[in-house]
């Protein structure tokens, strides 16, 4: 495929497969809890009715911000799949956090507030990682491109697998898993920050954070792929079989404390990623 | 299409509830009964929720409360009144600190009876204010 209809599959497929992900991960958590669960298309009526829903806006500032957050989360995928490079593209992908991080600092409310700050410790865990991972594709590949690392003859995943195993960890924190859900929740009722970030948005300010949501998922499942560049299929198999190691992780254990985040995130990736690129390059395994 | 009708989100105040009818409230989201079904979230945050569902009757304290939660939530909106208490005051109508029921302080759309309403009544009332909340959109609209 030319990399302009890549680009324009992952914009408007990106959030379905994001959506049927959520939908999909909100039957097996129900299951798991003994439960039926709602319909696969469940996160889809959610958004389709926040956008029907009145706003009330606490300030005018909150939504274009969280519009900046759905367009450059895109806008990173856009970027990763069209041939831009790499390590940019995380740049772009940290730049859309912050937006969120903006709105949510925006509004009055404490709970949104100390969402945001929390949010801020997220970032400050997960995003040295994802530039760590990419230098490191970058690396072994010496390509930085998509299509580069895709076409190249290196296998990512066999070179790399201290910086996949830490991939796996950090995504728990990028999907909003427990017990690294400290700033926000999707669907359950951690009551203590009633919902972190998005407390203050209503209607479809919140269907925004949503829908950005889903293209980040799609671009982490796109991360994955890059992992095993051989085989696409093998890639998806890959997201889907660690999406449902998240989903067991995040129904078997408690919300942790944000200092515990921050140390363990980096000291899993430093140990794991780290340690991988000094067995390759200094070591020379 | 209306997708209202597919995903009422809760949000549960409890007024000056016994607790009968939370516990029977909080057992509509356990496995033998699961509104998440029907896409029922019970969201605990205002500016989310469709549904407002009140037990146990209105008191001097909780006036404000009750009406400051009802005006956080984004139209178009639904209070269900849950249990004697939310409807009338129950048993504790006559009490000196008591107003009565959730409709002397801010408008109701759907009552559910008992003491203490069985979730099959709650259940029922969340699907009858969902019909409530699709002709309040249309109106909107």
Known sequence: MTPALLVLVFVVLGPVLGGLLAGADRIVSARMQGRVG????????????????????????????????????????????????????????????????????????????????RELVVLLASEPFFILMMAAICKVTGESTFSGVMDSPVRVAVELPGALLAFLFVITIKLRKSPFDISTTHHHPHQELVRGLTSDLSGRQLGWVELAHWYECALLAVF????????????????????????????STSRAKWQLVLRSAWAVTLVLAGGNLLALYVVGV | MSYLRRSPWILHYDGSSCNGCDIEVLACLTPLYDVERFGVVNTGNPKHADILLVTGSVNERNIEIIQNLHRQMPDPKVVVAVGACAVSGGIFARAYNVQGGIDQVIPVDVYAPGCAARPETIIDAVIAGIGVLERKRKVSA
């Open chain 1, 38 to 117: 709602p319909p696969l298309l469940q996160p889809f009526y959610d958004v389709g009715k926040l956008f029907q829903k009145r706003v009330r806006r606490v300030n005018p500032v909150a939504e274009p911000l969280l519009i900046g957050h759905v367009v450059f989360m895109a806008l990173a995928g856009v970027l990763v799949i069209g041939g831009g490079d790499l390590i940019f593209a995380m740049f772009v992908l940290a730049l859309a956090a912050l937006f969120l991080v903006l709105a949510a600092g925006s509004a009055d409310s404490p709970y949104s507030n100390v969402g945001a700050e």
């Open chain 1, 224 to 251: 994955v792929v890059l992992f095993f560049n051989w085989s696409a299929p093998l890639g998806i198999l890959a997201f889907v079989v660690a999406y449902g190691l998240e989903v067991l992780v995040d129904n």
